[in-house]
């Protein structure tokens, strides 16, 4: 089946720092998500994408849908002890039946 | 965004038993999806949840150990059949399709299940 390859799968940064992650496919999809996940609770929607080539951003996140549609990165500017969390990217596939496929996380650990 | 609730937000259960695990929404939406996320991982998707007929079960998962109903655009039920050990996980609903149509896909706080 589809699968995304998420990277890296951890990063452990000082406060301050740039982070970028990213995901790719083997395929094409027509909208790509990323979400925060912190403890005991569900994923946090953060930047939603819809078309090749979009670069988008909330606060101090920025995402981009890439232009072959297959990845999208996530960066994260001047990182503060409550970007602590795992980051999923999530891709829905070209069949448009609303359902996502998830990458395998990355967990970010800030250091004050 | 839509607002959505589960409940139990966790619960330990014995082995052989079954969970019903609710999930409500704060305005219709379109679709409504059950996820699995084992500890340490990623999220997996269970089935999506159809208004007013059977569910569409992902490969790997069948209606005998995981029913599901949905019986308006709001609501929607996931019930853990026959537990066991393996079953441990969070459960989560999510929903897309709120007020403006969008693909945007928004999560409960999940249920967390422990089975001994």
């Known amino acids: 089946g589809q699968q995304l390859n998420q990277s890296p799968q951890s990063m452990f940064i000082q406060e301050g720092e740039d982070v970028s992650m990213n995901c790719t496919s083997s395929?094409?999809?027509?909208?790509w998500l990323w979400y925060k996940q912190e403890p005991g609770e569900g994923p946090v929607l953060l930047i939603a994408l819809y078309k090749a080539g979009e670069l988008t951003s909330n606060g101090r996140l920025t995402a981009q849908f890439g232009i072959t549609r297959k990845d999208s990165f996530l960066n994260i500017s001047a990182s503060i002890p409550s970007d602590v969390g795992i980051y999923f990217c999530?891709?829905?596939?070209?069949?448009?039946?609303?359902?996502?496929?998830f990458g395998q996380g990355t967990t970010l650990q800030v250091k004050p | 965004s839509a607002v959505i609730s589960q409940k139990p937000s966790r619960d330990i259960c014995q082995r052989g038993t079954s969970l019903t695990i609710q999930c409500q929404v704060d305005?219709?939406?379109?679709?409504m999806f059950w996820y699995r996320q084992q500890p340490g991982q990623s999220l997996t998707l269970i089935a999506t949840?159809?208004?007013?007929?059977?569910?569409?079960?992902e490969s790997g998962f069948v209606i005998d150990k995981f029913p599901i109903s949905r019986p308006n655009l709001t609501f929607s039920t996931l019930t853990v059949s026959n537990m066991s050990p393996e079953d441990s996980s969070i459960y989560l609903c999510?929903?897309?399709?709120?007020?403006?149509?969008?693909?945007?896909?928004?999560f409960g706080p999940g249920t967390r299940l422990t089975v001994l």
């Open positions: 949840a159809n208004q007013g007929s059977e569910a569409t079960y």
């Open positions: 999530a891709g829905q596939p070209a069949s448009n039946t609303g359902k996502l496929i």
């Open positions: 395929s094409i999809f027509n909208t």
């Open positions: 305005s219709q939406v379109t679709m």
């Open positions: 999510s929903a897309s399709g709120a007020k403006a149509a969008t693909n945007e896909q928004f």
